[in-house]
């Protein structure tokens, strides 16, 4: 079954957008990126991946995947300020779609490769709502991606360029079967909700646009370790 893209509402009927995202778990969202916007962060991607290369070629630190990873050749990279400063500035129309107070918490870029695939999963509590977007692709055809509603219903989820779907991730599963194409560019942001205990903003980093290397408890061993090589 082939999911419904639903419609942006006006103001006047904000509250029936947070019912049926509370009942179903998610909203389909037609040009979240306009095509200049998502034009330039599939080319920033593709730029980033280049560096990487680069970095791993000539044997340059990449300190905690500041500079991103490759896992089966498929690139990633965390907590990119590009990216974040999508995360940041969407947040309150997210809000409106969702009728969740939301705190940001990080971005995931990927390109995808042929065979890639994403397992079913639901994330963490600093994933409790996500947005994956589609950037662009080279191949025949969309890569559905499929989610399952509360109740059981499998959906299949078209996304094309700039489209977006945003999910309660930890009630709503998710996967993807093999990709059949070239590449694709997919945008993952994630929110915790506000009012939820011990949220903690950026993932638990210092500030938005950095690595895992930033978050608050490796800077705290970092600077146990040098502590204890001091003594």
């Not at 560096?51 to 070629?57: A, D, I, M, P």
């Not at 995808?112 to 994956?132: A, F, M, P, Y």
């Not at 059981?152 to 996967?175: C, N």
């Not at 915790?192 to 800077?219: C, H, M, Q, W």
Request: aromatic share 10%.
């Amino acid at each position: 079954m082939k999911a419904k893209i639903r419609p942006r509402w006006n103001t006047d009927v904000v509250n029936q957008k947070h019912e049926i995202f509370k009942d179903c778990g998610y909203h389909i969202i037609n040009n979240f990126l306009d095509e200049s916007i998502s034009d330039f962060l599939y080319g920033y991607l593709m730029l980033a991946q280049k560096r990487l290369r680069e970095v791993e070629n000539n044997g340059i630190e990449n300190e905690s995947q500041m500079y991103g990873e490759f896992r089966n050749d498929t690139f990633s990279i965390y907590g990119d300020l590009a990216f974040d400063s999508i995360l940041l500035g969407k947040k309150s129309e997210l809000e409106g779609y969702t009728g969740v107070d939301l705190l940001p918490s990080f971005t995931e870029a990927i390109l995808h490769k042929k065979n890639s695939v994403s397992s079913g999963h639901t994330d963490r509590e600093n994933c409790q709502i996500s947005l994956s977007v589609c950037l662009g692709f080279e191949g025949p055809k969309i890569w559905p991606l499929w989610i399952k509603e509360k109740n059981g219903k499998k959906i299949e989820v078209q996304l094309k360029k700039g489209d977006a779907i945003v999910y309660r991730e930890t009630d709503v599963e998710s996967w993807r079967e093999p990709y059949a194409g070239f590449q694709q560019a997919q945008l993952l942001i994630h929110y915790s909700d506000k009012n939820t205990p011990n949220s903690k903003p950026y993932d638990n980093r210092v500030a938005l646009g950095l690595g895992a290397f930033s978050k608050i408890e490796n800077i705290m061993k970092k600077q146990f370790d040098k502590i204890k090589r001091n003594k």
